[in-house]
């Protein structure tokens, strides 16, 4: 059974730039959860999606945004690129909302120069 | 906002030693909690997911333990091996279902 894939695994983008990330669920998932991991603030909660509707929400500027497809696959894109965007971010799915259990992808690794 | 605790922060064992790492948190309305590990520039692995009804949950040399009540969460692990280092996540899913993740465990475990 394939895990969950993220795509791409490195990005270097510029300031003021913007980015889509990739995430294919788990066959059969139905949520996916987004987050953003850096060395100060850890892993922190963006957004979780569940059939094609976003149904929570981190503390997260606006820049952020996120959408989920009918084959449940969700994109994440961020807008203005800051230098402080730059993360590890992580994909998480879910059969349903809120779990009960969530398996990561490996991760999307973006810099912002 | 949950807050969510680890300690130790880092933690140097020889091999076949027995471990506990440590998870508190500040807001016992919770649904479950997962543990999870995370090698160095990856993604997460989960190890073990406790539903909030349940006091504890064990997989192979792995078992975790939970105390809603208190806000705590233990993660023993027996006859450590050097495969076993990495970070370790505690993450509690508040009732709004966002995973609240701790600093982590570093593990480090030597031949």
């Known amino acids: 059974k394939a895990g969950v894939t993220q795509t791409p695994r490195y990005l270097i983008k510029t300031r003021g730039q913007q980015v889509t990330l990739s995430c294919s669920p788990i066959?059969?998932?139905?949520?996916v959860s987004w987050y953003q991991q850096t060395p100060g603030q850890g892993l922190q909660f963006l957004f979780e999606?569940?059939?094609?509707?976003?149904?929570n929400k981190g503390n997260f500027p606006g820049r952020f945004s996120g959408r989920q497809f009918s084959n449940s696959r969700s994109e994440m894109n961020v807008s203005t690129l800051e230098l402080g965007d730059s993360a590890l971010y992580l994909c998480?799915?879910?059969?349903?909302?809120?779990?009960?259990?969530?398996?990561f992808g490996q991760g999307t690794r973006l810099t912002v120069v | 906002k949950q807050e969510v605790t680890q300690i130790p922060a880092a933690l140097s064992v020889p091999e076949g030693e027995n471990l506990v790492l440590n998870c508190s948190f500040t807001?016992?309305?919770?649904?479950?909690l997962q543990w999870f590990r995370q090698d160095p520039g990856k993604g997460l692995t989960s190890l073990l997911l406790?539903?909030?009804?349940?006091r504890e949950q064990t997989s192979g040399r792995l078992n975790a333990s939970l105390d809603k009540s208190s806000g705590r969460s233990t993660l023993y692990i027996a006859a450590s091996q050097p495969g076993d280092s990495a970070t370790y996540l505690c993450?509690?899913?508040?009732?709004?279902?966002?995973?609240?993740f701790g600093k982590g465990t570093s593990l480090l475990v030597t031949p």
């Open positions: 406790i539903q909030s009804s349940q």
């Open positions: 807001d016992s309305a919770i649904y479950n």
């Open positions: 999606y569940f059939s094609e509707t976003q149904r």
């Open positions: 998480a799915s879910s059969l349903a909302f809120g779990g009960p259990e969530a398996f």
């Open positions: 066959s059969g998932h139905r949520s």
């Open positions: 993450a509690p899913r508040d009732a709004g279902y966002a995973l609240n």
